[in-house]
C-alpha cells in the first residue's frame, strides 16, 4: 500500500507541475498580475486533484494539506513568469503542457479510486474528473468557454485513457504497464486530435 501511495503522490506532482505550467502560461498571456497568476497557477493544478479526494473520501485532499504540492505549483508558476533560461521552455507550449496534466491526472484519478475500493464506473468517472477539473476552473477565471463545453477532444481523451486504466486492472495486468499505457493512450488523442483538427459531433438549432 506504501509503494502505491508513493506512486500516486508521484504521479500526481508530475500533473500538478503540468498543469500549473499550463495555467499560468495561458494567465500570463491574459495579462494577470503575479498574484493572480500564481492563484491561477494553484486552482489549474490542484482543482482537478482536490475534487477527486472529495468524491472518493480522501479528507483532507491532499492539494490543501500536503505542502509538496503548493510548492511545485508555485516553483511551476515563477519558472513561468520569471527571466530563468527555463522561462521560454516551459511558458510556450500551453496546450503541450495542458495535455501533459491531461493525460497524468487521468490516470493516477482512475488509480486512485480503485485503490479506494471504488467501482469501475466511478473509478472512470472520477479518472476523467480528476483530468478535466483543473481545466474547467482555468477556463472559468480566464473568462473562457471551457474545453469540455466545446468540440475538442478533451473530456473524452481522459475518459479513455481512465477507461484503459480500469481495463487494466480488470484483466490484473502489471500497474508497470497499465500506467504507461493508460497516459500514451490520452496523451497522443490529445495532441492528434490538436494536430489535425479532430471534432467531437455537435448539434445546433440555427438554420444557414
Same mark, same amino acid.
Given at each position: 500500500? +506504501?509503494?502505491?501511495?508513493?506512486?500516486?503522490?508521484? &504521479?500526481?506532482?508530475? %500533473?500538478?507541475?503540468? #498543469?500549473?505550467?499550463? %495555467?499560468?502560461?495561458?494567465?500570463?498571456?491574459?495579462?494577470?498580475?503575479?498574484?493572480?497568476?500564481?492563484? =491561477?497557477?494553484? @486552482?489549474?493544478?490542484? %482543482? %482537478?486533484? &482536490?475534487?477527486?479526494?472529495?468524491? $472518493?473520501?480522501?479528507?483532507?485532499?491532499?492539494?490543501?494539506?500536503?505542502?509538496? !504540492?503548493? =510548492?511545485?505549483?508555485?516553483?511551476? *508558476?515563477?519558472? @513561468?513568469?520569471?527571466?530563468?533560461?527555463?522561462?521560454?521552455?516551459? *511558458?510556450?507550449?500551453?496546450?503541450?503542457? +495542458?495535455?501533459?496534466?491531461?493525460?497524468?491526472?487521468?490516470?493516477?484519478?482512475?488509480?486512485?479510486?480503485?485503490? #479506494?475500493?471504488?467501482?469501475?464506473?466511478?473509478?472512470? /468517472?472520477?479518472?476523467?474528473?480528476?483530468?478535466?477539473?483543473?481545466?474547467?476552473?482555468?477556463? $472559468?477565471?480566464?473568462?473562457?468557454?471551457?474545453?469540455? #463545453?466545446?468540440?475538442?477532444? !478533451?473530456?473524452? *481523451?481522459? /475518459?479513455?485513457?481512465?477507461?484503459?486504466? =480500469? *481495463?487494466?486492472? !480488470?484483466?490484473? /495486468?502489471? +500497474?508497470?504497464?497499465? #500506467?504507461?499505457?493508460?497516459?500514451?493512450?490520452?496523451?497522443?488523442?490529445?495532441?492528434?486530435?490538436?494536430? !489535425?483538427?479532430?471534432?467531437?459531433?455537435?448539434?445546433?438549432?440555427?438554420?444557414?
Amino acid at each position: 500500500m +506504501d509503494k502505491l501511495h508513493t506512486l500516486y503522490t508521484l &504521479i500526481d506532482l508530475g %500533473g500538478t507541475f503540468a #498543469f500549473a505550467v499550463s %495555467g499560468a502560461a495561458a494567465a500570463k498571456q491574459k495579462g494577470l498580475d503575479v498574484l493572480g497568476i500564481l492563484v =491561477v497557477a494553484f @486552482t489549474v493544478a490542484c %482543482g %482537478g486533484g &482536490i475534487i477527486r479526494d472529495l468524491c $472518493i473520501g480522501d479528507i483532507p485532499p491532499a492539494g490543501l494539506s500536503d505542502w509538496r !504540492y503548493l =510548492v511545485v505549483s508555485m516553483t511551476a *508558476a515563477l519558472i @513561468t513568469i520569471g527571466i530563468t533560461p527555463l522561462n521560454r521552455l516551459l *511558458a510556450g507550449p500551453v496546450l503541450l503542457f +495542458d495535455a501533459l496534466g491531461l493525460s497524468l491526472f487521468a490516470v493516477s484519478g482512475a488509480e486512485k479510486a480503485l485503490g #479506494f475500493r471504488h467501482n469501475y464506473e466511478v473509478a472512470i /468517472l472520477i479518472g476523467m474528473v480528476t483530468a478535466v477539473g483543473g481545466g474547467v476552473i482555468r477556463d $472559468i477565471f480566464l473568462n473562457r468557454i471551457p474545453a469540455i #463545453f466545446e468540440k475538442e477532444i !478533451y473530456a473524452s *481523451a481522459a /475518459l479513455l485513457g481512465a477507461i484503459v486504466v =480500469v *481495463a487494466g486492472n !480488470y484483466l490484473e /495486468l502489471p +500497474d508497470a504497464w497499465v #500506467f504507461p499505457i493508460g497516459f500514451l493512450v490520452c496523451f497522443l488523442l490529445r495532441i492528434l486530435a490538436l494536430k !489535425y483538427h479532430w471534432k467531437l459531433p455537435s448539434f445546433s438549432d440555427k438554420k444557414n
